[in-house]
């Protein structure tokens, strides 16, 4: 088991060695599966402003 910290999983709370952490205990694999979830929602979100169309500068 694996402390999972991505952004769904710190809203929860787990505790290691008495001290209560953002994140939760899953198993590695959950964990990539986590990651890639949260990196895909960071792409999307993203990915709208970079295709903005560039103003030229005036010179």
């Known amino acids: 088991m ?10 929860k ?3 290691i060695n008495g001290v209560s ?3 939760c205990n899953v198993s590695a694999s959950t ?3 986590h ?3 949260a ?7 993203v990915k ?3 295709q903005s169309p ?4 005036p010179i």
């Open 21 to 23: 952490q953002p994140g």
């Open 35 to 37: 990651e890639k979830r």
């Open 13 to 15: 709370q787990v505790i």
């Open 48 to 50: 709208p402003q970079s």
């Open 31 to 33: 964990r990539l599966e």
């Open 2 to 11: 694996v402390i999972c910290t991505c952004s769904y999983c710190r809203n």
């Open 39 to 45: 990196a895909k929602v960071f792409q999307a979100a």
């Open 54 to 57: 560039l103003k030229p500068s």
